[in-house]
């Protein structure tokens, strides 16, 4: 068969049922019904990439689910060794129930969630710090679901009294048991739930998933070991019930559990499961997958968000570091309704002598959990996207502006907006932004307030209404987010003819002499000679913008708090006065070093775009 040859449709059907929209296998290649170690390892990758890029809002929550359903393991231990007066089998036989509830309905549990991310991190695919991330936000989950559940038990009347007693007995056996012995019962918990999570990637239905799951953890309490969300659960009813100490709870019994668990669980990942796969574990997981993986200093020190893994098809080249050509990125929902973005982009290249527009074309697919993509299908929608990239190319051209074009498909579209810029080398990403476009609408999936503070490159968003770049109004304060808005203005001075107006607030007319000098001073170092200067001495920011916009056609505003594209994806700027203008808003950022606490709380300001 050629390659112009239409795909059979016999394969096209064959491959969506027989691998997975990740790319993960649904089958095996050798035995259909029995995958190799490479499979399973590939199929707990592509699961990872889904945990890993889940926001903190949907781990916490998931995880307190998981923390709540684990009292259900709890209470039933406690109730059947109370009515089988203390008989080691017979009271143990349900108490896998709770954990049942929590692999088999996809909730967050701390040692079921520790083999899939470690296999990303392995990988050098996700950081260290986004593994870390993980971890404690699941974690925290699982203990305030364990708490809440407590106290259900403690003050709710569900314990007959001499359940209860057996429920304080059986937390007291943990508290009193020496914190190395502890910890060695505790890694071999952690080996056994480890062991699960493989196991049940290797399984292909629920039936077989639940046996597993059963049995697994029916050795738990059959081996006399401690799992750490149980223990974690019985030391908070020992606390309410039995005048427990909180620190000795936590130090002498929980934390050597939570200890034994994390280590039983990584050994088990590291040394037996992955070392067992061969270089080829990551051959088919996804596209591309092998070739991304991180520098060691990325590895160790990259963002405390965990980084998307690969997008699912993505039809542009790595492009090589050119000399002197400067690259704007367009990333693009709808390339029949944005040529206004793309124009802009193209006035801002016209000042460059080497410069390439490259829009991409960003469609989203359903989650993955929803069903298979064949090639076919892939192939369909590269078609239509790149005969939809007709009209955007031709318009690049006529600007005299080199043009290159992508289309990227992925499950999670927005989130693949800085790995675009990365993987283009852009010295420029500028992106459409309003409530209609997949990367502000798309609430339901990770924000991009997890990818990190900063974007990759240069960054401008713009809030399109009727663009029109003759007027400009540039508010202005010394930061290099504003000095990014000022090389914008000049541009669109050279190849749009626009006239720019800066705008210096000050907080009284005391300080309007000083104002006047700043203004005066930044626009010569900025090449803005020309520009009508504007000092208001309100000290109102939002209101000096908002009167002077009235006489303006564009408003360039510098980034502000916590990062601009990271807020503008959020829905969380706080300057209302952008939602209130008539005229179209184009926001800026420059890429800078964030410590962890402005990464966390973001940054003070004084001024618009001002940080102290």
Known sequence: MSEDDPPDPEETVREAVERSRSGAPAVGEVVRDRFSTDEVFQRIVAAADEEITAGPRELFFSGLAAGFAITITFLLYASLTASTDGHPILGALLYPLGFIYIIIGGYQLYTENTLPPVALTLERLVSVPALLRNWIVVLLGNFAGGTVGAAALAWGGIFSPETAATAVDLGRKGVETAPGTLFAKAAFAGLIVAGVVWVEYAARDTISRIVVVYLAFLSVPLGNLFHIVVSYTEMVYLVFVDDLSVVVGLTEFAIP????????????????????????????????????????????????????????????????????????????????????????????????????VHPVHVVQVPDQRTGGYGSGQHRRIIDESDSKLDNIRSIVRDYDIEVETSTIVSHRSFEEIFDVAERENADLLMIGWDDDRSWTAGRGGRSLTDLGGAPPCDFLALQDRDLDPSRLLLPTVDSPDCALGAEIARALGVTAGAESTLLHVVDDPNERTAGEEFLQRWATDYGLDDAELVVDDSGDVESAIAREATDHSLVVIGAVERGLFTRVVADSLRLDVIDDLDCSVLLTERPGHRSIRERLFGRRQTHLGESD
């Open 257 to 356: 559990v939570l200890l034994g668990n994390t280590v039983g669980g990584v050994v088990l990942v590291t040394v037996v499961n992955y070392f067992q796969t061969t270089e080829h574990r990551l051959e088919s997981a996804r596209f591309e997958g092998a070739k991304r993986q991180l520098s060691s200093r990325e590895w160790l020190f990259g963002s405390l968000a965990g980084r998307s893994y690969v997008p699912l098809v993505n039809t542009g080249d790595r492009t090589a570091d050119e000399n002197g050509t400067y690259r704007i990125v367009v990333p693009i929902s709808n390339p029949r309704t944005e040529t206004r973005l793309v124009e802009l982009a193209c006035l801002v290249a016209g000042e460059r002598e080497e410069a390439v």
